[in-house]
Structure formats: structure tokens, C-alpha cells
């Protein structure tokens, strides 16, 4: 393997960490034993024959399985410690996953913990599926397999770009925000019809000037001054840094939920991801 992937008998004795003439030995030693001309002598460098090039590709066969072993052996290393696989909305996917998680791993520092980012109807069928042990949605999952508890968002706030008028204010309402650019979430998110639902009772519409799918657009969009927006402060946590929060009112709950199998494999850990999960929500790096 090393002659055929090297190109050379002296690269392959580098590899190797042997002499030129002790792999050129064992080259001709292995033919001898095969019976075989694995190489042809050309200029000086030993090209493999056809034959050489099917018992190069049986070879190559047995050493990805024995890699395959290799991998199975630390797969079950993991598991000895235990392994945590959840999904995450991609709103939850930024600061505070990496919060929940810094919380869960000082509990379970050899934990193997794998993160998916995927839409919530991706991540409810996957749970279902049992795929994933622990997936935290945007909204509710029926079904008897699975048990599901609200994680509680703080309220929603307002987010102003560092500087805006707004800001001399300790608290904003609808009215606030007449004529102000707005920043809002796409026309089917919970966040938007909650929001939209708001203004309405005050016979209002917010001035729409930049509509996103995704949290994180929102709040960079915010953070460069393109406008104002309200959002719940977990999914906005990107810019805790670079924007200004304030107190909204009326306040606008919103809850995101914790989805596990009923019966599910690590529960021990899967409890513990949870109670990280809460201890997270509650310690929001955003807040008026």
C-alpha cells in the first residue's frame, strides 16, 4: 500500500520509517511469498503490474474495515461515558445552546454531546423516530411516545441599535414605534403573528422595511441600525453586545418546548440537559 500510494520505494520506506533497501526486501519478499510480480522495474521506479493493483485493491478492503473497527471500538468508548444527541431550532442554535451546554458539561465533562440545527417540524419527527433523545422546538408535539414541558422564554423586548432615539426611554409601546423602520420576522413565525396581533388591538401596523426568516438576520439587521424590532431574547442573544434592550408592554409571552420519548435511552442525562436548558432560559445574557 505504501510503494502504490507513495509512488516511490524511498517515500514508501519514509512512511514506513524504514530504510530504502529494508522495504525494497520486503517488496521482494512479499513476491516471493505470493508468487506473484506485483511491480515492473521502469526508469528505475517499480510501477504496480495488474496483478499488483488487484491485491493492492483486496488490501486496501481489509484496511478500511480494520478502520472501521477502529471507529467502532471508540463508539463504544463514548458510550461507556454516555451520549447526548439533540436538536435544536436554529433560532436556540447561537449563544444559548453554547450556555445550556457549558451548564450540562460541568455536570457530564466525558459526555459525547452531538447538536442538530434543523427546522422544528425536522426535529419533532426525528424524536418521534427516537433519532434524537432531546429536541427543543417552537411548538408542541401530541403524540403518546413523547412528553414535551414549555421552556419559558423571558417576555419579549424591544431591540434598538445602539444610539436610536428610542433609547432615552426605560419602556416602549405599539406607539412607540409609529413610523420607526422595522425590522420584522417572516410572516409565518410565532414572532411575527404575536407581534402583529399587538399593534392591531392598538390599530397599528408596525413600518415593515426588512422581513427575515431567521432570528439571527433580525438581530444583525438591528445591530447595523437598519431598524428597530421585537424579539424574545433567547433566539436574539447574537447581539447582546451590540444593541439596545428595552422593557416592551403589553408583554408578549413566548415559549419554546422541550421535547423527549417518553421512554427515553440516557434519561439520567436527558434530565440534566433539561434542567440546563431552564437554568439557561432563565439567565438570558439580553435583557432591559
Do not use: W
Not at 417540524?121 to 403518546?144: C, K, N, W, Y
Not at 437598519?226 to 447582546?240: A, H
Request: aromatic fraction near 6%; glycine fraction near 6%; proline fraction near 7%.
Amino acid at each position: 500500500m505504501a510503494v502504490v500510494e507513495a509512488g516511490t520505494v524511498s517515500r514508501a520506506a519514509d512512511i514506513l520509517r524504514i530504510s530504502q533497501p529494508a522495504a525494497s526486501k520486503l517488496i521482494q519478499d512479499l513476491e516471493a511469498d505470493t508468487g506473484l510480480q506485483l511491480f515492473e522495474r521502469d526508469s528505475g521506479r517499480l510501477v504496480p503490474t495488474g496483478r499488483g493493483m488487484r491485491l493492492y485493491e483486496e488490501v486496501e478492503r481489509i484496511f478500511g474495515g480494520v478502520h472501521q473497527l477502529a471507529r467502532a471500538v471508540e463508539a463504544i468508548r463514548r458510550e461507556e461515558h454516555g451520549q447526548l444527541v439533540i436538536g435544536t431550532m436554529p433560532a436556540l442554535s447561537g449563544p444559548f445552546i453554547t450556555r445550556v451546554l457549558k451548564l450540562f458539561r460541568a455536570r457530564h465533562p466525558d459526555v459525547f454531546v452531538s447538536v442538530e440545527a434543523r427546522s422544528s417540524q425536522f426535529l419533532t419527527e426525528a424524536v418521534l423516530l427516537r433519532r434524537l433523545d432531546v429536541v427543543m422546538v417552537i411548538s408542541g408535539l401530541e403524540h403518546p411516545s413523547v412528553v414535551g414541558e414549555a421552556l419559558k422564554s423571558p417576555p419579549a423586548v424591544a431591540i434598538l441599535p445602539k444610539g436610536h432615539r428610542l433609547c432615552e426611554k426605560k419602556e416602549l409601546t405599539p406607539p412607540d414605534f409609529a413610523d420607526e423602520p422595522f425590522i420584522a420576522f417572516g410572516p409565518t413565525s410565532m414572532m411575527r403573528r404575536k407581534v402583529d396581533a399587538i399593534f392591531d388591538a392598538y390599530g397599528l401596523r408596525p413600518k415593515i422595511v426588512i422581513e427575515a426568516t431567521t432570528a439571527p438576520n433580525v438581530a444583525e439587521f438591528v445591530a447595523a441600525g437598519l431598524g428597530v424590532t421585537i424579539g424574545d431574547p433567547l433566539s436574539m442573544e447574537i447581539v447582546t453586545d451590540r444593541v439596545v434592550i428595552r422593557r416592551f408592554v403589553p408583554e408578549i409571552a413566548f415559549e419554546y418546548e422541550i421535547v423527549r420519548p417518553v421512554r427515553a435511552r440516557n434519561s439520567s442525562l436527558v434530565a440534566d440537559f433539561v434542567a440546563a436548558a431552564h437554568a439557561a432560559a432563565l439567565g438570558t445574557t439580553i435583557a432591559p
